[in-house]
């Protein structure tokens, strides 16, 4: 697209083209009497078959036959034979119609008059702009704006001028919305608040850049300094006082674009801007830095508070193994005491000289204090280990509760009184906490906090109440104005009103009492079923001995000659350096039109600099490295590409591409029929313990780091892919990636292992119209829930747990419906709502509900899990597309001892993103060279069985070339497919 163009060549044929399916030219061409009247007033058959023509382009695209003549399409022979059809006239005869063409204006003007039509005209150009304009208040897509323009031609019976002339009006409407949109932004700001504004873009000594650079570094280190330093800049913020009901006045699409532009765009970019798009772009940016800023200081907080509490309980369980011997020696004179006792018992003798011969009393009395010492230190509550580190917590504490103004409600209120208390001692100076504090933590630490002559220990309160408050915030039960991430909790649903069709639309009952009938009778059928075919031992694989399941475990085979056809395909394919790939596939596929300029919405110019930012993230090389290894892109070209065009949604957009465009081909049909999927997270070291803000988790060794979380089609395509703590629970991501990949991929049938399976993900699944399938490694140990009373199921009773309580799901229906309608509209990401609802001290009626719908959804599962063989073999099939998925991303991501040195999670979020684009390319060339392959094969006259393609896998790798010179100018210079490697020898590149 270039640079006064408002639309590519692909959304031009979107919008103008003319259809060729035969559906679609009986929906759009089929004549009518009137029209058919209109044709026979004509002469000739070449006149007749003319004017038919004319009267069908009239009603789509709204062109005269001669712009269509015209065009690079050019006239469709379908439409032409169509017509034809119609009129019983050879097609032939528009040639010597098409050749006159003062024949064809003259018959256009006769039948725009007859129809009520006309041509557009320059008087016309007004009408348009303002079209454009009304089409881009709330967006700068150049397809929306054109249609906007199309559509209000249309209405106005006014044919349409050339596609230029449409494409100008949008630019110059795209430009006058813009201008609205930062007048409307301005209004009603001081002057003294505008000279702030500009005053944000000239440097200040005292920061070492300009204050807007300043403002945007904000740390990510769990650092008390850094919740400081935050904090600061809070308060810079809020003295210019921008209002936030400012954003009321724009659409918020249009917002949020000025938004993006304010992160991504650097301060002396912005110093460029025409005065009012420069000022409305910092509003938005300090709209946008309130809310980052406030949730950014309250996530450090709640990182330095839990690592209080996770010290304190790794110091403990240090000091269990530091008394690993004591306790052994201990506990054998206590067992030769029992011995001692029971040996005088039986003997009938004097129990205190039993003892004292064998074990000696001495030696007893001796290990009394030594047995206290040791009940102590297991007794001891983390509150009062994690109390060591409140000088720790003192350094930032009383800063954030100053700054930050806490909401509850009504249950929430001691919580507010306790912090207003604390603000009150910090601003006063006193030390002591007055006898009659507001304790709404839990009631253990209660009778710690209070001293043994009935004060209120200071540091043990301070350190409770922060505690306490780390966990309303989590859950959304206190909150933060000005805040994204902790908001109130009911904030992030929508109203009951606009979540009423959603649920319509998904097919789910209005009312709880449906539900649990429907449900009801299917559980209890299933629930004879199966106890009926377990006691006839008719499950395959299954087995009941002593009242537990057995399950064998799936084994996959492969056959002989499966593999024997992969290594042969896998040896034909050629030979390439990734450089010539991801050319190739971003001509083939078009991909990179979707990384556009955030500021002018155009395509990248430099389709190697781009390729190569796409590679340093993937690679974990970074641009100045690459630009080092690299011929034909230097490294203020990949600067300049990266902060222009590389997004997370231009990134999601490309992949999106990719991932169609391989949906698209016939062998990817082999594989699968994108139904299906699986999510999985791999681990990924971060550079330096604390450094990049990474979490240990024991399953990956003591090193912190990051998951990166994808999900993967069995097309074997990525589809998706999230960074998230290597702490955190699966669970909440897998449907953020079910719900919004963006793809055309319909799933509905998905696989995770046990660290993506809770009962909230099944209920949810189910109600968004997933089928959620997890490979449950302590399936055994789960419980079958029956809606209906245990005793109705006697032959499997060791095998069922508690029945659905179903007045709790009746008395929460509604807000159920809520929260999934939310999360199905896009509203709130579900990760969100379910690490919310999982931060609850004490459960909410919601998530109880909501747990109890999935308990009946898991049950069904299990059921459908034990019966059918097929269904373990295909989630086991699934989960293995997405191991191999793994191994080819720590092929690529291989540059810095692969780990994860990034600081903010937009960068983190980059890296994964780019190794996800790269892998999706490779699975989109590796396919196409594979059908290559066996097209070749059959053309030979050998029989390639598609049931033995089936194991076959386009996430291979051995002859792609990773590392060396990356040599970009020879790369854009090839065109054309390769050639099969026909030699038979399989190297590596």
């Not at 009518?32 to 078959?49: M, S, Y």
């Not at 709209?287 to 330095?304: N, V, Y």
């Not at 001796?366 to 720790?392: F, N, S």
């Not at 659905?804 to 939310?822: G, N, P, Y």
Request: aromatic share 6%; glycine share 6%.
């Amino acid at each position: 697209m270039r640079k006064h163009e408002l639309l590519s060549e692909a959304e031009r044929e979107q919008l103008l083209g003319i259809p060729i399916d035969r559906d679609d030219l009986a929906r759009l061409y089929t004549l009518e009497p009137n029209d058919i009247d209109q044709v026979r007033l004509r002469r000739e058959d070449r006149n007749r078959l003319g004017v038919a023509l004319q009267l069908a382009l009239f009603r789509h695209p709204g062109m005269t036959l001669a712009q269509a003549l015209q065009s690079s399409a050019g006239l469709p022979e379908e439409l032409v034979s169509f017509i034809a059809e119609q009129l019983d006239i050879g097609a032939a005869a528009l040639a010597d119609y098409a050749g006159r063409e003062q024949t064809m204006t003259d018959h256009a003007r006769e039948l725009a008059a007859a129809y009520g039509l006309r041509g557009a005209a320059r008087t016309d150009i007004p009408l348009m702009i303002e079209a454009a304009a009304k089409a881009a208040w709330g967006t700068d897509k150049g397809i929306v704006i054109a249609a906007g323009i199309i559509d209000a031609l249309h209405q106005a019976k006014i044919l349409l001028p050339a596609v230029s002339t449409i494409e100008r009006a949008g630019i110059a409407g795209r430009a006058r919305a813009r201008k609205q949109a930062a007048h409307a932004l301005l209004s009603g700001l001081r002057p003294e608040q505008l000279d702030a504004l500009d005053a944000l873009l000239i440097p200040e000594a005292s920061k070492g850049a300009m204050p807007l650079t300043w403002l945007k570094a904000i740390p990510a280190t769990a650092k008390p300094n850094h919740v400081r330093d935050i904090l600061e800049r809070l308060r810079i913020v809020r003295e210019i006082g921008i209002p936030a009901k400012l954003t009321a006045a724009v659409h918020p699409d249009r917002y949020r674009q000025f938004v993006r532009e304010g992160r991504a765009s650097p301060a002396y970019l912005l110093e460029r801007y025409a005065t009012s798009r420069r000022r409305a772009t910092l509003v938005a940016c300090l709209i946008d830095l309130e809310e980052r800023l406030t949730d950014a200081a309250i996530g450090l907080a709640d990182k330095l508070i839990g690592n209080a509490f996770s010290r304190a309980q790794n110091k403990q369980a240090r000091r269990y193994a530091a008394t690993a011997k004591d306790v052994g020696r201990l506990m054998r004179l206590f067992r030769g005491t029992i011995d001692a006792l029971s040996t005088a018992l039986n003997n009938d003798s004097d129990p205190i000289e039993a003892i004292d011969e064998t074990v000696g009393w001495t030696n007893l009395l001796k290990a009394r204090p030594e047995v206290a010492a040791l009940a102590g230190t297991a007794d001891v509550d983390p509150l009062i280990v994690a109390v060591d580190r409140y000088a720790t917590l003192r350094k930032f504490a009383p800063a954030l509760i100053e700054a930050l103004d806490f909401k509850a409600g009504r249950g929430s209120a001691r919580t507010i009184a306790g912090i207003h208390l604390l603000r009150d001692l910090n601003r006063s100076g006193k030390r002591d906490v007055p006898p009659d504090a507001p304790m709404p933590f839990k009631k253990e630490w209660r009778k710690l906090v209070i001293g043994p002559d009935g004060r209120i220990n200071r540091r043990l309160y301070e350190t409770a109440m922060l505690a306490h408050l780390r966990n309303k915030l989590r859950s959304g039960d206190v909150w933060v104005e000005r805040s994204s991430a902790y908001r109130r909790f009911d904030s992030y649903l929508l109203p009951e009103r606009a979540a009423a069709p959603i649920v319509a639309e998904l097919g789910l009952p209005t009312a709880a009492d449906e539900w649990l009938r429907q449900r009801g009778r299917e559980l209890d059928w299933r629930l004879k079923k199966f106890a009926q075919r377990l006691k006839r031992d008719q499950l395959d694989g299954v087995r009941f001995v002593e009242d537990r399941l057995q399950i064998s475990p799936v084994k996959t085979t492969v056959p002989s000659e499966a593999e024997a056809l992969a290594d042969r395909l896998n040896a034909m394919m050629p030979r390439i350096r990734i450089t010539e790939l991801l050319h190739e596939v971003a001509r083939e596929t078009g991909f990179m039109a979707a990384f556009t300029n955030l500021r002018t919405g155009e395509t990248c110019p430099n389709e190697s600099a781009l390729l190569a930012a796409i590679l340093a993230d993937a690679t974990n090389l970074g641009l100045s490295r690459m630009a080092t290894a690299s011929q034909g892109v230097t490294r203020d070209q990949l600067i300049w590409t990266q902060d222009a065009y590389v997004r997370e949604d231009t990134y999601r957009a490309a992949l999106a591409t990719i991932i169609n465009a391989q949906h698209r081909l016939p062998i990817a049909r082999i594989w699968g029929d994108g139904t299906t999927s699986s999510s999985d997270g791999q681990f990924f070291r971060g550079a330096k313990r604390g450094a990049t803000g990474g979490d240990t988790n024991a399953r990956y060794g003591v090193d912190p780091g990051f998951s990166f979380y994808t999900h993967v089609s069995d097309q074997h395509g990525p589809y998706h892919v999230k960074v998230i703590s290597a702490a955190t629970h699966e669970a909440p991501y897998v449907l953020d990636g079910l719900l919004h990949h963006g793809s055309n991929l319909s799933i509905m049938e998905h696989y995770t292992d046990t660290g993506g399976a809770t009962d909230h993900v099944f209920a949810l699944c189910a109600m968004l119209g997933f089928r959620f399938c997890p490979r449950l490694r302590d399936f055994p140990d789960r419980r079958l829930i029956p809606i209906e009373p245990s005793a109705t199921y006697p032959a499997i009773a060791p095998l069922l747990g508690k029945r659905i309580r179903a007045d709790v799901i009746r008395e929460h229906w509604d807000d159920v419906m809520r929260l999934v309608a939310s999360l199905k509209a896009g509203h709130v990401a579900p990760s969100v709502m379910l690490r919310k609802l999982a931060a609850y001290e004490r459960q909410n009626q919601v998530d109880i509900a909501l747990q109890e719908i999935g308990r009946a959804e898991r049950t069904l599962f299990m059921l459908d899990w034990l019966g059918n063989p097929a269904l373990r073999r295909r989630c086991h099939a699934g989960l293995n597309k997405g191991e191999q998925r793994h191994a080819l991303a720590q092929a690529i991501y291989t540059f810095r001892q692969g780990r994860v040195i990034d600081r903010s999670h937009e960068a983190q979020q980059y890296r994964a993103s780019g190794l996800n684009l790269v892998i999706g390319a490779i699975v989109y060339w590796n396919s196409i060279y594979l059908a290559d392959a066996v097209a070749h094969l059959r053309a030979q006259g050998e029989i390639v069985p598609d049931d033995l393609l089936a194991h076959t896998s386009p996430v291979e790798w051995e002859h792609i070339a990773f590392s060396g010179d990356f040599l970009w100018d020879r790369a854009a210079r090839a065109t054309g497919r390769k050639p099969l490697n026909l030699a038979g020898k399989q190297r590596a590149a």
